[in-house]
């Protein structure tokens, strides 16, 4: 089935450690991204990518990185300098449309980052 | 805008009735919204979209409605079934290229 993955579901971080979320997906979508998701909030976007080897920063990149080696990859690094890392996050893709209408974004089913 | 807040507002609907909920949206200019389901520990899972040239568009017991006049949206879910028990929340976009706006969301409870 075609779909986005990402892995693991659960994660936790000591302090000082960087640690990284996978995703990836086989829908052969161009554009990638990343949320995070706190209690009551609505999703808060981190980094996007709309095409490989480029990606931009959203509203909340500071204290994460990202790469996109890879059409179907776009991992995400929550590094030490993130202060408050504790959160649900989110990976989506969607299709760029030649017609430049917006599309809708398909995501995976999260992970669930912690701190010890 | 974005919401802030530890809870969500929550409806309450017995099985079999309709449910409708309602998402504000802060931006004039945004033409294209979409609702998500998300259920407990799971990604949001894409239920209906529009674009602002319709008002009203319908799915299987799903229907939304579009009044662009006083910027709302809503979710219309017909003989709601325990299964639909999750948090719908919305997304706005405006212009090709532009990021979504998500709002916070309603946590819809079906009672038996």
């Known amino acids: 089935d075609g779909g986005i993955t990402q892995s693991p579901k659960y994660l936790f971080r000591k302090e000082g450690q960087n640690v990284t979320l996978s995703c990836e997906q086989n829908l052969n979508h161009d554009a990638m991204y990343w949320y995070r998701q706190d209690p009551g909030q609505g999703l808060r976007l981190i980094y996007y990518?709309?095409?490989?080897?480029?990606?931009q920063k959203g509203d909340i990149a500071e204290g994460y990185s990202v790469s996109r080696e890879k059409k179907e990859s776009f991992p995400l690094t929550v590094t030490s300098a993130q202060k408050n890392p504790t959160a649900f996050y989110l990976c989506a893709s969607s299709i760029q449309d030649r017609g430049q209408r917006n599309q809708p974004q398909h995501f995976g089913d999260g992970t669930r980052l912690s701190i010890l | 805008g974005e919401s802030v807040g530890l809870h969500l507002p929550t409806l309450s609907v017995q099985e079999g009735d309709n449910s409708i909920i309602n998402c504000a949206y802060s931006?004039?200019?945004?033409?294209?919204f979409i609702w998500y389901k998300q259920e407990s520990g799971k990604g949001p899972q894409f239920i209906i979209d529009i674009r602002s040239n319709m008002d009203k568009r319908q799915g299987q017991r799903v229907t939304v409605l579009l009044n662009k006049t006083v910027k709302h949206l809503s979710l219309q879910i017909a003989a709601t079934q325990p299964g639909d028990s999750a948090v719908y929340f919305c997304?706005?976009?405006?212009?090709?290229?532009?990021?979504?706006?998500f709002g916070p969301g309603t946590r819809l409870s079906v009672l038996p």
């Open positions: 997304a706005e976009n405006g212009n090709y290229g532009q990021n979504f706006v």
């Open positions: 990518s709309q095409i490989v080897n480029d990606f």
């Open positions: 931006n004039s200019a945004s033409d294209y």
